[in-house]
């Protein structure tokens, strides 16, 4: 089953997050972060950051706060073992810190497929804004395999 | 440390060599960014897919080549990041991060470096080639 293009623009439900300051330290500790800054209050306020920075990419993670955050691809019939992660990119507007209650509105910009539908590529664009203001702009490539039509392509 | 001020076309960031990913650090890495996706946690569901064995987080070693950035600039210098993911990080692969300077540039008033990035394992293997524009005065 492919994903149909009259997916593209379709929104997904905004999610509303508060980063919250323990699961900043527990994303540190998971990607070996040794910087006191992305972990230690006083050492984030030496920098001149009003709490615990939110790193570069963790971002990309807010959209995973929603309640059942992968029925959108489910919905478009996407078998979630055959998806790989193909572009990213963020462009950043201005830093959150941990406390901020952050907004994600998310939607479909393209839906493209290559060999003969065997990859398809589902382009997600997302906006992150805390009280109106811009924080960044998420860009991400989706890559679904459909290994049944790899044979015949 | 290169001083940002020094930088030119051609300095190179000093590497990042991240541990051997484990399977504890995937389990981490899956809890604290929010990314559930079996596939990394779950050898089972990894074999369902016709893959021998669970793989990484493409989205770990992103963030390891963000530690490679923040060790070079505050953050708040950092202007925009992308990658593009071109092999899968198996279990026990050991991921370097490099950067160098490609290009800067005057723009709105900035000085900006173009850094071209890259995620390689022991191998040889990259498994992930980017860009980064920060900014350095």
Redesign the interface.
């Known amino acids: 089953m492919s994903v149909p293009e009259s997916a593209i623009g379709f929104e997904l439900a905004p999610v509303r997050s508060t980063v919250e300051a323990g699961?900043l330290r527990?994303?540190a500790?998971?990607?070996?972060?040794d910087?006191a800054v992305y972990t230690d209050r006083s050492a984030a306020a030496d920098?001149g950051y009003p709490d615990l920075?939110v790193?570069?990419?963790?971002l990309?993670?807010?959209k995973?706060?929603a309640p059942d955050?992968?029925r959108w691809l489910l919905d478009l019939g996407v078998d979630?073992?055959?998806?790989?992660?193909?572009?990213?990119?963020?462009?950043?507007h201005r830093?959150a810190f941990a406390g901020d209650e952050l907004l994600l509105r998310s939607r479909i910009a393209d839906v493209t497929q290559k060999k003969g539908g065997a990859l398809e590529f589902i382009v997600l664009e997302s906006e992150v804004t805390r009280g109106g203001d811009p924080v960044a702009t998420l860009?991400e490539t989706i890559i679904v395999r459909h290994?049944e039509l790899e044979v015949a392509a | 440390m290169i001083a940002l001020a020094e930088a030119t076309v051609g300095t190179e960031l000093p590497a990042l060599e991240a541990p051997p990913i484990s399977r504890t650090t995937l389990a981490l890495f899956a809890g604290s960014s929010g990314d559930h996706n079996s596939i990394h946690l779950d050898i089972d569901v990894a074999k369902s897919a016709g893959l021998p064995d669970v793989f990484a987080q493409g989205m770990l070693s992103m963030a390891y080549l963000g530690r490679l950035l923040t060790d070079w600039v505050p953050q708040e210098r950092i202007r925009s990041y992308e990658v593009r993911f071109s092999a899968i990080t198996p279990v026990h692969g050991q991921p370097t991060c490099r950067g160098t300077v490609l290009a800067i540039d005057e723009r709105d008033g900035e000085t900006l470096a173009t850094l071209e990035l890259s995620v390689t394992l022991s191998d040889g293997t990259v498994t992930l080639s980017g860009h980064a524009v920060v900014a350095i005065a």
């Open positions: 699961r527990f994303f500790e998971a990607i070996g972060q910087s920098a920075p790193p570069p990419t963790f990309f993670g807010l995973l706060d955050p992968f979630f073992r055959y998806v790989l992660h193909g572009t990213q990119k963020f462009t950043y830093m860009l290994p």
